[in-house]
T-cell receptor
Framework: QKEVEQDPGPLSVPEGAIVSLNCTYSNSAFQYFMWYRQYSRKGPELLMYTYSSGNKEDGRFTAQVDKSSKYISLFIRDSQPSDSATYLCAMSAIYGGSQGNLIFGKGTKLSVKP | NAGVTQTPKFQVLKTGQSMTLQCAQDMNHEYMSWYRQDPGMGLRLIHYSVGAGITDQGEVPNGYNVSRSTTEDFPLRLLSAAPSQTSVYFC???????????FGPGTRLTVT
């Protein structure tokens, strides 16, 4: 089993839709959870960052972490064509051999149609 | 404030050639790392450094060397390029205290 699982999509939605992106993980030591957005032929850009469980909101974006289920989500409200990108989840442990290193999901490719 | 910069943007090598990918950051971050990104494989950690003079291996270190003589720079060396090293390479940095990593724009490498 991979440490981080993410559905690669592609996911296609109409403009204005609510988008839900998800990742599951297996390592109980993960405490830091991040979402990156990557446009084609660009570097990953940090979008959201949460520590431990709970929700975090930033504009149209909401990140949720459910540590009991080992499940994280990113919601995008009122999606726009400019949101079309690949979204990568990433997480890091605070103890253990890989402490401090980010483990990435493979990314979900999102397309928002006008 | 340039953040994380990488050079070159593109490179084509022949099998067996060597080269160095440059990475620099101006945020005074202690932690720097190198990833490769391949289709269907996601981002995989090659090497990382927690400070000047300290480096360690990640998930896919074979065929690559690193050194960290200053806080700002973290070059990645390919000793003898192989077609399997065709990939997009990203450098990233973060402070030692906070876990958010910031990425450079990438180097697209083709080995023929």
């Amino acid at each position: 089993q991979k440490e981080v699982e993410q559905d690669p999509g592609p996911l296609s939605v109409p403009e204005g839709a609510i988008v839900s992106l998800n990742c599951t993980y297996s390592n109980s030591a993960f405490q830091y959870f991040m979402w990156y957005r990557q446009y084609s032929r660009k570097g990953p850009e940090l979008l959201m960052y949460t520590y431990s469980s709970g929700n975090k909101e930033d504009g149209r974006f909401t990140a949720q972490v459910d540590k009991s289920s080992k499940y994280i989500s990113l919601f995008i409200r009122d999606s726009q064509p400019s949101d079309s990108a690949t979204y990568l989840c990433a997480m890091s442990a605070i103890y253990g051999g890989s402490q401090g290193n980010l483990i990435f999901g493979k990314g979900t490719k999102l397309s928002v149609k006008p | 404030n340039a953040g994380v910069t990488q050079t070159p943007k593109f490179q084509v090598l022949k099998t067996g050639q060597s080269m160095t990918l440059q990475c620099a950051q101006d945020m005074n971050h202690e932690y720097m790392s190198w990833y490769r990104q391949d289709p269907g494989m996601g981002l995989r950690l090659i090497h990382y450094s927690v400070g000047a003079g300290i480096t360690d291996q990640g998930e896919v270190p074979n065929g690559y060397n690193v050194s960290r003589s200053t806080t700002e720079d973290f070059p990645l060396r390919l000793l003898s390029a192989a077609p399997s090293q065709t990939s997009v390479y990203f450098c990233a940095s973060r402070s030692y205290v906070f876990y958010e990593q910031y990425f450079g724009p990438g180097t697209r490498l083709t080995v023929t």
